[in-house]
């Protein structure tokens, strides 16, 4: 520096000390740095010669003014700023000596605002409590702030505050004292009225002296009047306010005054100049731009913005701090893990919360550091106590994955991403809605989900909060039902990106929820999800090959389609795979043991219906070996999972006997279970109709068997096709009796053939027609049915639909005799084996 040089400069002259500092402050232009260090030299050469007096006591004050004194130190290399701040504090130290009672404020700037290394909070505020002590109205101001916000050491005090700071407006540093009021007052704003009133109150202070145009010009910027705004900021850069030239410089750079004119490259303009003036984040925010440039063509200058922010960095900016750590952690093309942690504990020694979540987030989840998991917590607490809003979502994962804990605390996991979305971090937002919508922590509280996703959607346009609110918007669940809304959120979700919309709008074209069905429609949105390769899109659209849903039936496509479902994860694909085997893919052989294969991992994920079926798979002799106990495990699991078709398979379990003894009250109550769920079967209606597990009551018994043969279980319409030929619960009507025998018998139901044969033949219920009846009753006789071979035989010996043949007759009496039935045995003479 040339510093000494220029007190030297000015002992060796004739004109006085007292004239040169006049000159000074006359012009009080400070732009060029040298002009302070001459400054400065006069003020201290006019205390080592002992030639002090008021006018150089202004000068002093004007050298520390309107960050004439930050200003000038700003370009200095680390060498010269070591020199520099020596010869600051010196001078101070010169003027605090002598009882110059403004020195304690400027020493407090000193080392409060001084680079790395240099600033020395402690120090600081000792010198601002003297300066109280002695009554320094600048001083006063300082302690009045740093109470309003409880920083420095100060205990938050914003009643107490107030009241220093308004003290301080009677005094000489009353546009001071004022500003810092303006700027309490409009920070603590919540509407447009408020910030009006409030820069009305100080109307004089921002028109008439010109301090605080910075807040006028955000009162504007937060009305979105931006012509505006640009006139408060001219008006304040006219008037020699750094700041005014970062917010203009800002906005530049942002693109938000691009209509005005504003380029980028006029905005780092400004902030360059801003920064030169001690403002910090103007550094910061040019680096950005140097590096991330917003203006397409505008060229990069990678180099040019880390140099930027390392000289944010000497004055503890704390978000150049995190963004060059960030930098060297992450961009391939400056990588160097070490300087970026280097950065990011500096960060931290800053106290920035951002900078301690980072870390934490590096220590958990970063792989080319080594994983710290106490490390990482200790990280994410302390960043949280600062108030960062990502730390408690990143701990409430954590909880909930189990990472400090053996098993997971869904409980505390809650607590923190309550934490979270109360900070307005969008992922704690999400996740609170989602933990009180399935009540993971407890039961579930629908308004509560309802209010998160709400907050999520109004805060930050959260896709994932659309299509949740919209889900709860369908079914009616802590919201008022309107599936109309939901369609448009979905859509509004789709719209934006956000795939998964494209499925739920699917279901609802698909179901018809607003308007009628549109098959074609909901294929589309379904293609639309498969074409992303989302799994549950993908399963969908292989549904509609499957059955032909909104277009082309195409086995062989819908079975790729459940195949690469189930490659990106889809585990519901393997009952569909599963069902394909089972059915012969492609018109192929059944293939149950592979079947078997898909459908036990299904069931293993917990699928009621894939566990239902490999219950069905062992105990109906699908497989190589029936193994019906196994079976009747595997039901059980499906009716815990809460599968009407696994209760209605134990219930045949227990009524028909398949284990050690026939168990009539389990049967009925597991039969009655499945009817609550409204699934029926033959078994409720044999229950009511013989007494098992219930009183005989043939009414119910006919009711329940109508109900399952309109749901065309066989067994039911052959059993209400018999209620109708015996009277059992109903009328005797041999019409309907036949109309339903027939059904089942057509469909290979050899007892109802029996039925059918005879009816024919008597023309009961049908018209009469022996020979048909006969064909039927060659069927079921042919099958072993004892009353087909019976009244077979009766056919024969009468000759009706068949040749007569003593013969034939007697060789089918022999057969139903020895198959156990009566009114044979009475015509052979017992059940004896025919004679050979």
Not at 362 to 369: K, P, R
């Amino acid at each position: 520096m040339e510093y000494l040089n220029y007190v030297r400069e000015f002992a060796n002259d004739s004109v006085s000390i007292t004239a040169h500092a006049e000159e000074f402050l006359n012009k009080n232009d400070y732009s060029n740095p040298h002009e302070w260090y001459k400054a400065h030299a006069i003020c201290m050469l006019a205390e080592q010669i002992g030639k002090n007096n008021e006018v150089l006591e202004k000068l002093y004050d004007q050298l520390n003014e309107d960050s004439n004194c930050l200003h000038s130190s700003m370009s200095l290399s680390d060498e010269d700023y070591a020199d520099w701040f020596t010869d600051v504090k010196a001078l101070n130290d010169i003027f605090i000596d002598r009882g110059y009672k403004h020195a304690y404020a400027y020493q407090y700037e000193l080392f409060i605002n001084s680079r790395y290394g240099f600033r020395d909070e402690e120090r600081a505020v000792g010198y601002l409590k003297k300066g109280v002590e002695l009554g320094d109205d600048l001083c006063k101001c300082y302690v009045g702030y740093a109470m309003y916000y409880g920083t420095q050491g100060y205990e938050k005090d914003e009643e107490g505050a107030v009241t220093i700071l308004k003290m301080a407006v009677d005094g000489e540093r009353a546009n001071i004292a004022n500003l810092f009021l303006l700027n309490i007052e409009f920070r603590g704003c919540t509407s447009g009225e408020e910030g009006k009133a409030v820069v009305e109150k100080f109307s004089e202070l921002i028109n008439v002296k010109k301090r605080g145009l910075y807040i006028l010009a955000d009162y504007y910027l937060r009305e979105d009047d931006n012509v505006s705004a640009e006139a408060a900021l001219k008006d304040g850069i006219a008037n020699n306010s750094a700041y005014c030239k970062y917010l203009l410089g800002m906005m530049a750079c942002n693109g938000r005054f691009e209509e005005l004119g504003y380029t980028e490259e006029q905005g780092r303009e400004l902030l360059a100049d801003a920064y030169d003036y001690g403002i910090t984040h103007a550094g910061y925010v040019l680096g950005y731009s140097y590096f991330y440039p917003r203006t397409e063509g505008l060229e990069a200058k990678q180099e040019a913005g880390i140099e930027m922010f390392k000289k944010a960095i000497a004055y503890y900016s704390s978000e150049a701090t995190l963004e060059l750590a960030i930098i060297y952690l992450y961009n391939e093309d400056f990588k160097d893990i070490a300087k970026g942690m280097e950065f990011l504990d500096r960060g931290v020694e800053y106290k920035y919360d951002r900078a301690m979540s980072e870390k934490g987030f590096v220590l958990l989840d970063f792989e080319e550091v080594e994983r710290d998991v106490e490390g990482g917590k200790a990280m994410l607490e302390q960043a949280m106590a600062a108030g960062n809003d990502y730390a408690p979502y990143r701990l409430g994962l954590a909880y909930q994955n189990a990472d400090f804990e053996e098993e997971a605390d869904y409980e505390k996991a809650l607590y923190l991403f309550e934490l979270a979305a109360e900070r307005n971090n969008l992922s704690g937002l999400e996740l609170a809605g989602r933990y009180h919508r399935f009540g993971y922590a407890g039961e579930p509280n629908l308004e509560k989900a309802v209010s998160y996703y709400q907050r999520g959607i109004e805060y930050f346009n959260s896709n994932y909060c659309k299509v949740e609110l919209a889900m709860l918007l369908e079914r009616g669940e802590g919201i008022e039902q309107d599936v109309a809304e939901a369609a448009r959120l979905y859509e509004d979700a789709l719209n934006e990106g956000y795939t998964y919309a494209a499925i739920r709008l699917g279901f609802i074209y698909e179901e018809g929820s607003v308007g009628e069905p549109d098959y074609a429609k909901a294929r589309a949105h379904f293609e639309l999800a498969a074409e992303q390769d989302m799994a549950e899109g993908v399963y969908h659209l292989a549904r509609c090959y499957r059955y032909g849903t909104g277009g082309e039936e195409n086995q062989e496509k819908s079975f790729e389609l459940f195949s690469k479902a189930l490659e990106l994860g889809f585990v519901d694909a393997n009952v569909d795979i599963a069902l394909f085997y089972e059915e012969g893919i492609n018109g192929g052989e059944p293939d149950y043991e592979k079947a078997f294969e898909y459908m036990i991992v299904g069931a293993e994920a917990g699928f009621n219906y894939a566990q239902y079926k490999v219950g069905v798979y062992y105990s109906y002799g699908y497989l190589a070996e029936t193994n019906v106990e196994l079976g009747k495990e595997w039901f059980e699991k499906s009716v815990e999972s809460g599968s009407p078709l696994g209760m209605l398979s134990l219930g045949d379990y227990y009524l028909y006997g398949y284990g050690e003894e026939k168990e009539y009250d389990k049967a009925f109550e597991y039969y009655i279970a499945a009817e609550e769920r409204n699934y029926i079967s033959e078994g409720l209606g044999i229950c009511y109709q013989f007494g098992l597990g219930v009183e005989v009551d043939e009414v119910k018994a006919f009711h329940y068997y109508k109900l399952a043969a309109d749901r065309q279980y066989d067994s039911a319409i052959f059993r209400l096709g018999l209620c109708y030929f015996y009277g059992n619960g109903t009328e005797r009507d041999l019409v309907e009796a036949f109309h339903y025998l027939k059904q089942v018998a057509d469909r290979g139901n050899m007892d109802a053939a029996s039925y059918v044969g005879l009816m024919l033949v008597k023309g009961d219920g049908a018209e009469k027609d022996p020979e048909y009846g006969v064909s039927y009753l060659i069927q079921a006789a042919e099958a072993g049915f004892d009353m087909a071979q019976y009244e077979l035989a009766n056919c024969y010996l009468k000759g009706e639909g068949v040749p007569q043949s003593d013969d034939s007759a007697m060789e089918w009496y022999q057969q139903a005799a020895e198959n156990g039935n009566e009114d044979a045995q009475k015509i052979v003479g017992g059940p004896r084996k025919r004679r050979r």
